[in-house]
């Protein structure tokens, strides 16, 4: 029998994630000969919806409907997962909030080794994956072996697999609601608390002076907030400028914050993870500022600096007023 | 409240620049300045608040080599009140899996309400908090920045989800959480307080003492080697002077609408 993958698909008001398309790609790379099936899980109309728009990419869709499903909390998710899926199951999950917090607990479950934030699959030999992750924070990258045969659990990145726009399946929809079982869980959903808004929205900036952990001290923001003014810019940043309380949450980019579309970014001492670069929509022209000539954000932007952000910046802002 | 936060000693990338070795088996590794996970210490600071809020004790666990020894000192600095480490030569290569199975063993030997681990580490796989909840048959979040106590049998976190939001869950004890950067601001330790702890006693337990055999704690995914992605197209550099590269850049910027008068 040929392997059998499962793309697990997210997805949100009745719409299929980016990764359902990508999915269908990262599963052939996979392996060219699977079974590939894409399961989904919710419950009622916006379930069927996201069922049948899914059928059109995969050729088998499962569909576990249950009205406790509503909210798919992860606990819950994986416990019907582990009552449907064949033990030698190679799943594929987005490596994301619901896949961090869903997928580690499956791969236990399911007694199969697990594999983080794939970015790529290299090759697979008789029952040997080879597949490319990244370590800190992209800043080199490895080859990762693991017998995938008794099955496996792979996070995949979003946005690592290019979508084929014209892929068509013709799919048809399994029902599998009645096998799952009992969904309780020690772990119950109450509500979800929507972000605060700013002062500023980023998201519809045109040109955005976007300063990470490079700035070193908070004092020192001040030349951002300088070069902006002049740029006629909005000021944005990476995470650890919120963490740090430098700046509020409404201005962060990236996939736990805002997702941005601007003409121009600006990144300033801003390494480039992929959890930032997420963020960025659109194909801004990307100019990136940073001291370390190796730093990832090099290898997407279009424009790249090596310089000292603490020394360059007010030269530049200079030069803009002079301008 | 008994809490246990997990820690793992890192290469600290704000302070090396992470090289591929000449021989693509490792990073470079001499020079390389360690310290404690990011994720870890905000984990290790909730769970002193909670427990200065609450009562109870803070143990910190890790596994790793001799020199993790200092990592824990260093959370117990924080104010952590015990340290535990779990080292053997049969842990060394140890993949994310492995990990959570040495961690369970200790666990087995305490008792513990609330578990917490850092979102992810080094290598940004964020697994072993997950497969540690699920190997403990407890209740997992991840992402969680929010901890509210309720009683001794449930608390409510909330979990930060895409676009900034926030998932509120309600969970039993015990449970296993990993903690996200900005959940709180976690204090700092002068040399004061490491020398305070310089010599408290750390026990440490390996494989016998926690009844793994190789089998239990053996990769099941292996490393084969470390590159330097390639770079594809990349960025183009903008070299020369100061004045050179403010110049070309004005220019550019100018022709893609960066500059607004
Ligand atoms: C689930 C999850 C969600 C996340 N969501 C987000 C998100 O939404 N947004 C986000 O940004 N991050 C997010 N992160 C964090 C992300 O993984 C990175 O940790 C973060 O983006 C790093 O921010 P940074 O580039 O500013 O800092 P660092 O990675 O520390 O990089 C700082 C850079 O500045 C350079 N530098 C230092 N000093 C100078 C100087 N004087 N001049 C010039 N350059 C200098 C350094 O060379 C380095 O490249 C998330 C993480 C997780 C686990
Ligand atoms: N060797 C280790 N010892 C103790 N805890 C660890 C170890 N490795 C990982 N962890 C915990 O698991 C979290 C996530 O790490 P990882 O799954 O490796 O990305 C870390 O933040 C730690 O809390």
Known sequence: MSRQVFAYIIHKDGKADDTAMEFAVAARKLDANAEVTAVVAGTGAALDAVANEVAALYKTVWKIDNAALEYPVADMVRKALVGILPKDAVVLVPHEHFGLDMAPGLSIQLDSPYIADVVDFESLDGGTLNAVRQEYSGMVSTHVACDIEGGAVITVRPGAFQADENAAAGGTVADKSGDVGDLTVGRRYLETVVAEVGDVDITKSEILVSVGRGIEDEDNLEIVHDLAKAMGADVSCSRPIVDAKWLEKSRQVGTSGQTVSPKVYLACGISGSFQHMGGIKGAPFIVAVNKNAKAPIFQVADIGIVADILEFLPELTEAVEEA | ?261
């Open chain 2, 1 to 261: 409240m008994e809490i246990l936060v997990c820690v793992k000693r890192v290469p600290d990338t704000s302070e090396n620049e992470i090289q591929v070795n000449s021989s693509g088996t490792d990073i470079e590794r001499d020079d390389l300045v360690y310290s404690v996970n990011e994720w870890d210490n905000y984990a290790v600071e909730e769970a002193i608040q909670i427990r200065d809020r609450v009562g109870g004790s803070v143990t910190v666990m890790t596994v790793g080599d001799d020199e993790s020894e200092e990592v824990l000192r260093r959370e117990m600095a924080m104010g952590a009140d015990n340290g535990i480490l779990l080292s053997d030569d049969a842990f060394e290569n140890a993949d994310g899996r492995a990990v959570a199975s040495i961690l369970k063993a200790a666990i087995d030997k305490g008792k513990y309400d609330l578990i917490l681990t850092g979102a992810q580490a080094d290598d940004g796989a964020g697994q072993v908090g997950g497969m540690l909840a699920a190997m403990l048959d407890v209740p997992y979040a991840s992402l969680v920045n929010i901890i509210e106590t309720i009683d001794d049998q449930k608390i409510k976190v909330g979990r930060e989800i895409a676009g900034g939001n926030q998932e509120m869950n309600e969970m039993n004890l015990p449970c296993v959480l990993s903690i996200q950067t900005g959940i709180n601001e976690p204090r700092y330790v002068g040399i004061r307080g490491i020398r305070k702890v310089a010599s408290v006693e750390i026990p440490t337990m390996g494989a016998g003492d926690l009844g793994l055999d190789a089998d239990a704690v053996a990769p099941k995914v292996k490393r084969l080697d470390y590159f330097v992605p390639d770079m594809g197209e990349g960025a183009e550099m903008l070299e020369g002077s100061t004045e050179e590269i403010i110049e070309k850049l004005m220019e550019l910027l100018k022709a893609k609408g960066g500059i607004k008068s």
